[in-house]
């Protein structure tokens, strides 16, 4: 992946991340837009597990914009989570 710092996207709706991929394009956002559809997948990828734990292939995110009313794990859940991490 790229030098520039990677965007994480927590969004379950296929409509929603091809609308977002599409902002990006057009305000010409370079950064890398890393795309996850589940609380679950989101929690691994911030901790580096499972198929996350390259993180030359899978950076840490500076921003991450995430979905608040996800089906299983709500947005709002994983936001407790990322808070509850140790620095």
Do not use: H
């Amino acid at each position: 992946m790229s030098q520039a710092a990677a965007f994480l996207l927590v969004e379950d709706n296929d409509d929603d991340i091809a609308l977002m991929k599409r902002a990006f394009e057009k305000c010409r956002v370079l950064n890398p837009l890393v795309v996850v559809q589940s609380g679950v997948q989101a929690m691994a990828y911030l901790e580096g597990s499972g198929r996350y734990r390259n993180r030359q292939e899978f950076p840490l995110p500076r921003i991450v914009l995430l979905d608040f009313k996800m089906p299983g794990m709500t947005g709002l859940e994983v936001l407790k989570w990322i808070r509850e991490q140790r620095a």
